[in-house]
Each structure stands twice: as C-alpha cells, then as structure tokens.
C-alpha cells in the first residue's frame, strides 16, 4: 500500500510537505505510474489536487497553483507534495494514488493537514 506521510497542523500561510512511498511491490515499475495527489475537506467530495506523469508533465487543481509543487524521484519510489502559503480551506485529508499504463490505481491510507488562521 501506498504510504503518504507529512501532515500536520499549522497556521495559515504556513508550509507542509507529504511523501508517498510506493510499495515494494511496484518498486521496479514505479517510472510508468501516474502519481497524484487528491484530498478530501470536511463533509465535501474527494477532490484532484496534483498529478504527475510519467514524463513529469504536471497538472494542478486551480485552487492549489502557484502555492502547491508536485515532484517524483523516481530511483526512491517517492512522491511529494510541498504546500506553501497554506490557507484555512486547504484542511482535508490527503491522499497519495497510483495509476498504471492500464489504468489501474491505488490509493495510500490519508495524511490529515489542518491550517488554522
């Protein structure tokens, strides 16, 4: 299972940063997953915040540009999610997915982030 990792509690415009690390698994395929990052706020639907592929061609959710950085090593099977300027309504829980050239996915256990203003 996926293991995401790095949340926390901070104030408003404060920073945080959550790791996934793949499974062993997927470790000798982990370059040709997808990897993302959604999350989940209170009472509201799971939501896309960050995805990126294969080629490192990266997409962000519009709330989150600007402020939100995907990355991937692919030789430590990890990726991150650096969040910066950290505002109230990013609190949810976040989740680290996979997906396969089959389409496949996976999704990690959730990584709780609180911002408090």
């Known amino acids: 299972q996926l293991q995401a990792s790095g949340g926390g509690s901070v104030q408003a415009g404060g920073s945080l940063r959550l790791s996934c690390k793949a499974p062993?698994?997927?470790?000798?395929?982990?370059?040709?997953?997808?990897m993302s990052w959604y999350r989940q706020p209170p009472g509201k639907q799971r939501e896309l915040v960050a995805l990126?592929?294969?080629?490192?061609?990266?997409t962000y959710a519009d709330s989150v540009k600007g402020r939100f950085t995907i990355s991937r090593n692919n030789s430590r099977k990890t990726v991150w999610l650096e969040m910066n300027s950290l505002k109230p309504e990013d609190t949810a829980i976040y989740y680290c997915?996979?997906?396969?050239?089959?389409?496949?996915?996976?999704w990690g256990q959730g990584t709780q982030v609180t911002v408090s203003s």
């Open positions: 062993r698994a997927i470790f000798s395929v982990f370059n040709v997953y997808s």
């Open positions: 997915y996979s997906q396969d050239t089959t389409g496949a996915g996976s």
């Open positions: 990126i592929t294969t080629d490192y061609t990266k």
